[in-house]
């Protein structure tokens, strides 16, 4: 493993730990943790959507990877769920969501490792432009009309938004 995976992996793994504190008591929730967790989790999708993806985009002479467009879908869907009031339920679907979605990044031959390999002897640039990315800030919670509790319902919209732009 290289040393972008090693450290996209190591994110992954960090923001694990701190959904599982924001719901390790059935009778509490702990909202430090889940905000934490957020505010992470928003950083590591820029880093991805801002960084990488363009990165490998551009060594591919224009041509996205793959499992971009995959990717891309699945960032806004669980951004999406970033925005209502968490709690035990919405973390199980986030979870849901980010069990498949970190395998396809961390995997061999996934897209932390096609990212690296593209980027050759721009690696370390990479992995230091990504490590410089700040926190994002976070807007309140909604729970308003057209807010998503459930994956299946936000991968769905963003698959509708998707197919939408390839339109044009």
């Known amino acids: 493993m290289n040393a972008l995976q090693r450290y996209m992996t190591a994110d992954h793994d960090r923001l694990d730990r701190l959904l599982d504190r ?41 041509e996205p990877l793959p499992i971009a467009a995959r990717l891309r879908v699945e960032h806004a869907a669980i951004a999406s769920l970033m925005v209502p009031t968490p709690d035990h339920a919405l973390v199980a679907e986030i979870r849901n969501l ?4 970190n395998r396809i990044e961390e995997e061999s ?26 926190t994002p800030p976070v807007a309140r919670h ?12 936000a991968l769905a919209l963003a698959e509708r938004n998707a197919a939408r732009k390839r339109k044009g």
Request: net charge negative.
């Open 22 to 62: 924001a719901v390790s008591s059935a009778e509490r929730f702990d909202i430090d943790a889940f905000e934490e967790f957020r505010a992470g989790l928003l950083r590591h999708i820029g880093i991805e959507e801002k960084i990488l993806l363009p990165d490998a985009r551009r060594h591919r002479g224009g």
């Open 98 to 101: 980010l069990t498949v979605h």
């Open 109 to 134: 031959g996934g897209a932390y490792e096609l990212i690296a390999t593209l980027a050759g002897d721009e690696a370390d640039t990479l992995l230091q432009r990504a490590q410089a990315v700040p």
């Open 142 to 153: 909604f729970d308003g009309a057209g807010v998503f509790r459930t994956a299946a319902e």
